[in-house]
Nanobody, 123 residues
Framework: QVQLVESGGGLVQAGGSLRLACAASRRTFTTMGWFRQAPGKEREFVAVIGWNGDITYYADFVQGRFTISRDNAKNTVNLQMNSLKPEDTAVYYC??????????????????WGQGTQVTISS
């Protein structure tokens, strides 16, 4: 199983930006995604990227504010988050897909997860 380590979380004011990074222990030839879990809520899908970075897909609430990217030479996937809102406050997790379509975005479609990084947006 792939080991994943997220970084880049923190506390920023509304309207600010953060760049999350996820380092994998080896190259993954499948989709990679970001999910988040806010206090008292279920974990939800944020963004996914195809194995070679050619296809990306986002949750509706992203509304053009986030960009997912990957660098297969470094085994990393990033999430650039701009125009952050207080409702973006959550623990953010990266995950490795089991394979198949990039549009397989349920939690069950991913089988390796990081420990998460806290993102807190103040109003």
């Amino acid at each position: 199983q792939v080991q994943l380590v997220e970084s880049g979380g923190g506390l920023v004011q509304a309207g600010g930006s953060l760049r999350l990074a996820c380092a994998a222990s080896r190259r993954t030839f499948t989709t990679m995604g970001w999910f988040r879990q806010a206090p008292g809520k279920e974990r939800e899908f944020v963004a996914v990227i195809g194995w070679n970075g050619d296809i990306t897909y986002y949750a509706d609430f992203v509304q053009g504010r986030f960009t997912i990217s990957r660098d297969n030479a470094k085994n990393t996937v990033n999430l650039q988050m701009n125009s952050l809102k207080p409702e973006d406050t959550a623990v953010y997790y990266c995950a490795v897909g089991r394979g198949g379509s990039v549009y397989n975005i349920r939690e069950a479609d991913f089988d390796s997860w990081g420990q998460g990084t806290q993102v807190t947006i103040s109003s």
